[in-house]
């Protein structure tokens, strides 16, 4: 059962909301860095962003947490996460640390919570940190809310309102954890905002060691294979995409897709109806199951704008909207639209795309 | 081999409508069917069952009309299926659901031992990824999620080595059982379900237990009660008032339809221009 529908009749009104007085040691914001392989997550600067204000509100301090291997690369996620907001940083390095594991990290990152008893946790949700979360928050014994689209304090009690989509993006519901500490919550990559990075901030680290050796650990990585990024698509962090629905009708359709993508150096998406038909890849499927996107130009091919669709891509700049049904919900938030059949308009849109972005070429 | 399969019935989220004037969810009519994610999970249970024997137990926590769910997933060719109903758990979140589901298991484990669990990477109404990792964390099983292939399975060693998809590659992780499985969507293609095993699975007894028979002493460790988590609100996203500018197509050809948009939209975000050309 989720936390979404069945909670839904009794409100948190007719339970005390006063908090435990020995929860109320827990204090400051925390954002768990996801450091892996060297690189962090940029959705980790986004929730820093997003924990700079919370603390603000709540008049507390903002911690990044970095768990890694000893070396420059994390000492240098710690100073950036300085950078990007955080006023300290809490860091546990260790070589048994190289590779994410679910028992090491959880097992840095719940010592940490014990020791120094944050009253927010926040968290990407990303395939490292909903692992980790999930793991972390039960064995904490405390709340956990996924995918959260909006964050705020409830100034009252100095709660954590998390706000989510709920039946698949139709609802929005209000979260709220009661008398259990830190309050956790995972945010997609792409819902907020990237903030300004800010060099001349610095500030302390608290370094803690790994309570845990190699020999602990019962899993071990035997490899690594990374991505190749040429043929990985990157929706979330596309500047354009072009994306198709059911009413391309047929597999053989989503070339004009394709070609469309290519002129304009877009990426491809899809719906999740197209995704299960088998005629794109799960990696480009946009929306509530999908992903999160924020380019500055969408264009919505065939794709009627179901909210479970909608969801992921309403924060795009610039949505163009190709549908022959007039009534479609997409033409109730898109910014341009052509009511017409995809297969003719997309081909004379590829074509118009090509030659004005030549004589674009030609001038400058 | 023993394996647990976890799965859960939930409305189909791509038939929910929310009433244009009420802003509420009109549930009439939205069928209900098993989590498509738990389905993956079933059939990579399936195919060890396939290669290396033995059992595949389900459960599903949910109210008495989840049995339907139970059914069609024994219609696949599971042997077992025990569904755990109570109106305590009424209100479960997360952490409540995994404290459920992690007690069924250990009473599951006292006829039979259990070397594999699996779930679905998340549901399709929840959303979170949350349970999976929670049994896992539990029943002090390791935890793999986004399985995205099994390269081999060990029993005598009882050794697992699996490829795990991270963000920005594959990790191939070699675990010890008993371990706790969520499978990546596409992982393989479920299977039809054979006229024999549909005769079956309807005759077939399922287990219904309550929370007592579930092993839950402690009620306050379920339902509500259990749940950190509490929906303070709920409530329609906000309508976006500005609706789409329409490009008028009376009698025009689809040329002049994608010129005069492309004209407009370089108009109006001539730094789109220049993100396309760099």
Known sequence: MSDAPQAVKKPAGRRKLELDPRLAAYKGVWVFVELERGAVHPVSWELLGEGRRLADMLGVELGGVVIGPPGEETRHACRDAMHYGADLCYLVADAVLSNYRNESYTKALTDLVNAFQPEILLLGATTLGRDLAGSVATTLQTGLTADCTELNIDMENRSLAATRPTFGGSLLCTIVTLNYRPQMATVRPRVMHMPARDASRQGRVIESPLNMIETDIVTKVLEYIPDNLQDKPQLPFADIIVSGGRGMKRKENFQLIWDLAKVLGAEVGATRPVVQAGWVDVERQVGQSGKTVRPKLYIAAGISGAVQHRVGMEASDVIIAINEDPNAPIFDFATYGIVGNAMQILPALTEAFRQQLAVARLAG | ?278
């Open chain 2, 1 to 278: 081999m023993h394996t647990v399969v976890c799965i859960k019935q939930v409305p189909d989220s791509s038939q929910i409508r929310v009433h244009p004037v009420t802003n509420t969810i009109m549930r009439q009519g939205v069928p209900a069917i098993i989590n498509p994610y738990d389905l993956y999970s079933l059939e990579e249970a399936l195919q060890l069952k396939d290669r290396f024997g033995g059992r595949v137990t389900l459960l599903c926590m949910g109210p008495p009309q989840a049995e339907a769910a139970l059914r069609k997933a024994l219609s696949y060719g599971a042997d077992d299926a025990i569904l755990i109903t109570d109106r305590a758990f009424a209100g479960s979140d997360t952490l409540a659901t995994s404290f459920a589901l992690a007690s069924a298991i250990r009473q599951i484990q006292k006829d039979m031992p259990v070397d594999l669990v699996f779930t679905g990477k998340q549901t399709i109404d929840g959303d979170t990824a949350q349970v999976g990792p929670g049994v896992a964390k539990r029943l002090d099983m390791q935890l793999l999620t986004y399985v995205s292939k099994i390269e081999t399975l060990d029993t005598d060693k009882r050794e697992i080595v699996v490829q795990r998809r991270a963000e920005g590659g594959v990790q191939v992780l070699r675990t010890q059982l008993p371990c706790l499985i969520t499978t990546m969507e596409g992982i393989n293609d479920i299977r039809y379900a054979t006229m024999a095993n549909m005769f079956r699975a309807a005759r077939h007894p399922l287990k219904v237990w309550d929370s007592k028979t579930a092993g839950i002493e402690d009620p306050v460790k379920i339902g509500l009660k259990g749940s950190p988590t509490v929906v303070s609100k709920v409530f329609a996203p906000q309508p976006k008032t500005q609706k789409a500018e329409l490009i008028d197509c009376e009698g025009r050809r689809p040329n002049d339809l994608a010129v005069t948009l492309v004209t407009k939209l370089f108009t109006h975000r001539p730094d789109l221009r220049q993100s396309i050309n760099s």
